[in-house]
């Protein structure tokens, strides 16, 4: 069911639950970013409700996603405009009997975005996901530890944000990965940091893909 909402006009809507281990939700909240770990999870449980057959299931995941999220003290919405559905995680902060005040933001940073337009089926979702963890492996073995960090969090990204192989990634989203998703996420090292195009390009050398000009 599509959920027609924009998150600075309207209410909330949806929930989720995680089985790893939680990050302390007051750490999160006083960077006020949400753990990339718990925007993956929303954004499955959220492809799993759309997908469900039965109703009743498809609420127990939309209510398993509100509740991993509101242990952080945000919510989400699915936005849907001509660009396609976008998951849409913000503080609940925000809201007033269930309605987005504009004056209750004081950084519209602190909200995550993730398209919806990929790969909408559990188990293509799946398959995408191993396809970029052997990618990442190949980069680990070939490149190194430091290297295949960071090709798991272009897997991170590649399949949880746009459900797609990384060899597939447009150089829009290869820069939106790069300054936008590794900031709030990733929390890289200065070695890591350092060499982050470098794996990139060796995650795409694996697939046998070159690197768009990004």
């Known amino acids: 069911m599509p959920e027609d909402a924009n998150p600075v006009r309207d ?8 089985d790893a281990p939680r990050e302390d939700p007051t750490t999160a909240a006083s960077a006020g970013e949400l753990p990339g ?9 959220t492809r799993l409700a759309r997908e469900a057959v039965d109703e009743d299931e498809a609420a127990a995941y939309r209510t398993d996603r ?7 003290g ?10 396609g ?10 809201l007033d009997d269930g309605t987005i005040r504009p004056d209750r933001i004081e950084d519209t940073d602190r909200a995550v975005e993730v398209s919806l337009s990929g790969a909408s ?11 970029n963890r052997a990618l990442v492996e190949s980069v680990r073995e070939n490149h190194g530890e430091v290297h295949g960090t960071n090709a798991t969090v272009l897997a991170d990204f590649a399949g949880n944000h ?11 989203e290869l820069r939106e990965f790069e300054t936008e998703y590794v900031p709030r996420n990733a929390w890289l090292d200065d070695d890591q940091s350092t060499v982050l ?4 390009r060796y995650a795409f050398d694996v697939a046998k893909e070159r690197v768009p000009d990004w």
Not at 37 to 45: E, F, S
Not at 74 to 83: H, M, N
Not at 162 to 172: F, Q, R, S
């Open 66 to 72: 509100e509740e991993t999220l509101a242990e952080h």
């Open 197 to 200: 195009r470098e794996s990139v």
């Open 85 to 94: 559905e976008t998951l849409v995680l913000h503080p609940e902060e925000w």
């Open 37 to 45: 770990r718990v925007v993956d999870h929303a954004d499955r449980l």
């Open 162 to 172: 746009y459900a797609k192989p990384i060899e597939d990634l447009t150089a829009t």
């Open 74 to 83: 945000f919510t989400a919405r699915v936005r849907e405009d001509d660009a």
């Open 11 to 18: 209410g909330h809507e949806e929930g989720a639950a995680d």
């Open 121 to 131: 089926d559990p188990d293509e979702w799946q398959d995408v996901d191993d396809h």
